[in-house]
């Protein structure tokens, strides 16, 4: 079958040739293998052609150039050497597309990533425009790769080695003024000048060399080079702990190319990327990315979502601003937040403002996004403004009177359509919509702190919501940004009820005689972004602690803490980073000294031990808590799928995302194995170990959670 081809050309009249990028029936432009045959075709035309003065790359589509390589391509791989042969593919296109004659000019909009950066590196020069939409950037590390199509030999050339290392290990973005301040892109203008600007470079001729800063140039020489790799190494691999093969494999190839010359650059940049293919780390890192795909294109519903023109927002504390914030920055939607207290709308309209205006400050947005996004959001004391909003989220106490005479409120002053969403962590939907007279409205949407970073809501329909609440609520969570995950309405829902066993265990082996840094760097070597004593300093002790009453009503002994120790933390008027002191010491706002553990907190901690266990015992105890919980979610039906739960343990938790998810890394690990570890814990450490029936059935079935890798990494 003949594929439909995504490139046309077009010759104008003033000879400049124009190869539009279109892939049919996709919304995103992605490379393909089998565009190599369709680009080749193309360029012997264009070579043939001695009339032509000059090539123009430009896409037909409305927000993007093209936002990378099909990552499909990859999963198909069998082998190393098939992975290395794409890489080789894509090399000798771009090689190609560089040996032209000719100026060949990138003409940008949009998202300009992975193979499509790669592709505007092998032209002669970029223009690009100044668009919020247009990106660029080379973020095959956080696929667990490198760039396999030239990008990590010709970024190093053209930006300096230093730019290219920060860009390529982190997979860094660029707004458009970045790229032009260091090198990346030429020119930056209007969108609707873009094809005429990019012609009229094109027909200026191929550009003398650009000359890197005399920095670059000395990082780029033996000696800078040597020091430079070193240090970077270093920072990385403290950072990565190890984690993330394709870090050092993206320094060795970097720096083969600089020592030795592009040929062997670009040979060791094939052979990394397919080798780094098969990685277990990239599958997971793969399987989270074609997850969190899968997510969002799922309505959450079979229902129709009703319209999105406006919502309300109770209370302006620290979660009801981050809402207010995301729903007018992201969602474009007007907000109105009611508090009983006029500091309070003050409180969120400022927690807005700060955030907005730190982006006009590093040139993110200009200051005229930044008062249009202000403008949609306004306060009251009152219910005044409220008579039409589509969706009215909740964001006050934890106390369940209060919210259901929220509810109440809200269907008297509040349209017959309106939704009310709870923001609760722990309370269950059903119990705040039982007064409700229209319960069919009311649905939980849970998100997390701070709401602005954290990518993650769940969704929580209770026995009688409509399908219609849930899809419209799930479109509303997409459009602030959010990735939604639907949920069912028992306690702790899905990420609270996984993440308090393990916070509990870390709490426990505090008392058993382990210091606070030797448990958080325990499981940040694992893989988490921090500790568990440092999450819960964070969320607030306080908080984080609150729905701990809730699941041990609902689930028994499994989910106590360690007697008295909480309510001792507690009435030292410990709180964690917001209020300065919690197991870790903090300073004031606006000096800069690192958190410092606090040692008159082990005064408080009943400790029953002498601490004598490794890291990887300490992790493995607070890991296998965690995954035994979500077996349990899984075999409740909390969870719609594996998939689900993958994408809450990583987005909601920071679960490490190299090994895919908690499912993903069960299935790695295998039921069986699962089973035995924590029988073993629980003959040493007691029955809160014992691992769940679901586990049990699975490990003498030798099921997986997940269908099968294959499924799972080309769905």
Known sequence: ?????????????????????????????????????????????????????????????????????????????????????????????????????????????????????????????????????????????????????????????????????????????????????????????????????????????????????????????????????????????????????????????????????????????????????????????????????????????????????????????????GIAFVSASKGKLPVRIKDINPKGINHALQYSWQILDQKVKRRHIKASERDKALALISGTTDYSGFAHRDVVIEAVFEDLALKQKMVADVEEHCAQHTIFASNTSSLPIGDIAANSARPELVIGLHFFSPVEKMPLVEVIPHARTSPQTVATVVKLAKMQGKTPVVVADKAGFYVNRILAPYINEAMRLLTEGEKIEHIDEALVKFGFPVGPIQLLDEVGIDTGTKIIPVLEAAYGDRFSPPANFVSAILNDDRKGRKNGRGFYLYAAKGRKSKKQIDPSVYGLIPITGQGKLTAHQCAERCVMMMLNEAARCFSEQIIKSARDGDIGGVFGIGFPPFLGGPFRYMDTIGAGEVVAILQRLATQYGPRFTPCDELLQMAERGQTFWPSRETALVS
Not at 86 to 95: D, N, P, S, T, Y
Not at 140 to 166: I, W
Not at 296 to 306: L, R
Request: proline share 4%; hydrophobic share 45%.
């Open 1 to 321: 079958m003949e594929i439909a081809s995504a490139f046309t050309l077009d010759i104008r009249p003033d000879n400049v040739a124009i190869v539009t990028i279109d892939v049919p029936g996709e919304k995103m432009n992605t490379l393909k293998a089998e565009f190599g045959v369709q680009v080749r075709a193309m360029l012997k035309q264009i070579r043939e052609n001695k009339d032509i003065r000059g090539l123009v790359f430009i896409s037909a589509k409305a927000d993007n150039f093209i936002a990378g390589a099909d990552i499909n391509m990859i999963a198909r791989a069998k082998n190393a050497q098939e992975a290395e042969e794409l890489a080789r593919q894509g090399q000798q296109v771009m090689a190609e597309i560089h040996a032209l004659s000719i100026p060949v000019i990138a003409a940008i909009h949009g998202a300009c990533l992975g193979g499509g950066l790669e592709l505007a590196l092998a032209c002669h020069r970029r223009i690009c425009t100044d668009d919020a939409k247009t990106v660029l950037g080379l973020p095959e590390v956080q696929l667990g790769l490198l760039p396999g199509s030239g990008g990590t030999q010709r970024l190093p050339r053209l930006v300096g080695v230093s730019t290219a290392l920060e860009m390529i290990l982190t997979g860094k973005q660029l707004r458009a003024r970045q790229a032009l301040k260091v090198g990346l892109v030429d020119e930056v203008v209007s969108p609707s000048i873009l094809l005429e600007s990019a012609v009229e470079l094109a027909l200026k001729g191929r550009q003398a060399k650009r000359h890197l800063p005399v920095r670059e140039r000395i990082l780029a020489g033996p000696l800078g080079r040597t020091l430079l790799f070193s240090m970077v190494g270093k920072k990385t691999e403290q950072k990565t702990r190890g984690n993330y093969p394709a870090t050092k494999r993206i320094l060795d190839v970097i720096e083969t190319g600089l020592a030795q010359g592009s040929s062997s650059g670009y040979a060791a940049e094939a052979k990394a990327f397919g080798e780094l293919a098969m990685t277990p780390q990239s599958q997971a890192l793969r399987s989270i990315f074609f997850a969190s795909t899968d997510v969002k294109k799922d309505p959450g519903s079979e229902a129709e979502p009703a319209p999105l023109r406006s919502l309300g927002v109770l209370g302006g504390g620290l979660m009801g601003g």
